[in-house]
T-cell receptor, first 113, second 120 residues
Framework: AQKVTQAQTEISVVEKEDVTLDCVYE???????LFWYKQPPSGELVFLIR??????QNEISGRYSWNFQKSTSSFNFTITASQVVDSAVYFCALSEGDTPLVFGKGTRLSVIA | GAVVSQHPSWVICKSGTSVKIECRSL??????MFWYRQFPKQSLMLMAT?????????EQGVEKDKFLINHASLTLSTLTVTSAHPEDSSFYIC????????????????FGDGTRLSIL
């Protein structure tokens, strides 16, 4: 069975600080896909990244970076030099092939000016 | 591309009313659509999976007679909350996929903007 754990319920940082959001997953499949979504207060889900299980390369996109480690079943997300606009709920999700996404409980990030 | 439109974005109605939410794929054909529900400060929970032209598959604990799903075309799925009660108040989000064609794409599921349902 698939499971995604985001142990951090809420995080509060001061603007310009770096912050890492943790994600640990469980799956029995060797082929799977990991995602991060941002949900601002308006509610819509904003797609951030997708990673497949065969690609462990870390990725950087602007201030965002992701660290995928199969050895620890983790897919952590780091925001560097955080900004107020980064305040949102962030969800990590898992899919095994074409199955529906299973979401973690989310981490609410508050960036204080 | 790959835009999903969800309507209405917000609805408030009296207890006992039935409410229909539409999910449309605007520029692609969605072989599969998913319906999720999100209670305040909680995660998204999958309610059901619908494939065009067939009956929806509901997740355990979701009442299929309460939440009617119709996926009559490749671009439209509807969720009807029948005889809604205050406990049905939630944020409902749909997503659509072209199915196996998107298996290797960067973003296999495309989400609507959600519908906030408030039952008084």
């Amino acid at each position: 069975a698939q499971k995604v754990t985001q142990a951090q319920t809420e995080i509060s940082v001061v603007e310009k600080e770096d912050v890492t959001l943790d994600c640990v997953y469980e799956t029995r499949d060797t082929t799977y896909y990991l995602f991060w979504y941002k949900q601002p207060p308006s509610g819509e889900l904003v797609f951030l990244i997708r990673r497949n299980s065969f690609d462990e390369q870390n990725e950087i996109s602007g201030r965002y970076s992701w660290n995928f480690q199969k050895s620890t079943s983790s897919f952590n997300f780091t925001i560097t030099a955080s900004q107020v606009v980064d305040s949102a709920v962030y969800f990590c999700a898992l899919s095994e092939g074409d199955t529906p996404l299973v979401f973690g409980k989310g981490t609410r990030l508050s960036v204080i000016a | 591309g790959a835009v999903v439109s969800q309507h209405p974005s917000w609805v408030i109605c009296k207890s006992g009313t039935s409410v229909k939410i539409e999910c449309r794929s605007l520029d692609f054909q969605a072989t599969t659509m998913f319906w999720y529900r999100q209670f305040p400060k909680q995660s998204l929970m999958l309610m059901a999976t619908s494939n065009e032209g067939s009956k929806a598959t509901y997740e355990q604990g979701v009442e299929k007679d309460k939440f009617l799903i119709n996926h009559a075309s490749l671009t439209l799925s509807t969720l009807t909350v029948t005889s809604a009660h205050p406990e049905d108040s939630s944020f409902y989000i749909c997503s659509a996929t072209m199915g196996p064609l998107e298996l290797y794409s960067n973003q296999p599921q495309h989400f609507g903007d959600g519908t906030r349902l408030s039952i008084l």
